[in-house]
């Protein structure tokens, strides 16, 4: 069974920062694009990164550029998404979600090019 498992959120000061984690379960990411997505109440929901299988590539929304970073160790079939000068305005749930393809070099944070969510975490910024 596919399975992603996001970890790592919490409630962190305006400023502060954070390092979220989407481990894979039942399969390997290599071959796998993943995105960061994000959802706030009342909100749409709101690609914020993505990382191609290879990880030749990083996309970021303009919202979050700068800020965050997205990397992936597919030793660790792990990816992560480091937070650092975080805003009340990124409180959100979490999402990563992957997408399988040959074409390790692309990547697009459109919630319908991923087929396998993960159940999400919890980011709160707040003093």
């Known amino acids: 069974q596919l399975q992603l498992v996001e970890s790592g959120g919490g409630l962190v000061q305006p400023g502060g920062s954070l390092r979220l984690s989407c481990a894979a379960s039942g399969f390997t990411l290599n071959y796998y694009r993943i995105g960061w997505f994000r959802q706030a109440p009342g909100k749409e929901r709101e690609g914020v990164s993505c990382i191609s299988g290879s990880g030749s590539l990083g996309t970021y929304a303009d919202s979050v550029k700068g800020r965050f970073t997205i990397s992936r160790d597919n030793a660790k079939n792990t990816v992560y998404l480091q937070m650092n000068s975080l805003k009340p305005e990124d409180t959100a749930t979490y999402y990563c979600?992957?997408?399988?393809?040959?074409?390790?070099?692309?990547?697009?944070?459109?919630?319908?090019?991923?087929?396998?969510w993960g159940q999400g975490t919890q980011v709160t910024v707040s003093s």
């Open positions: 979600a992957a997408y399988y393809t040959v074409y390790g070099h692309s990547c697009g944070r459109e919630a319908r090019e991923y087929d396998v």
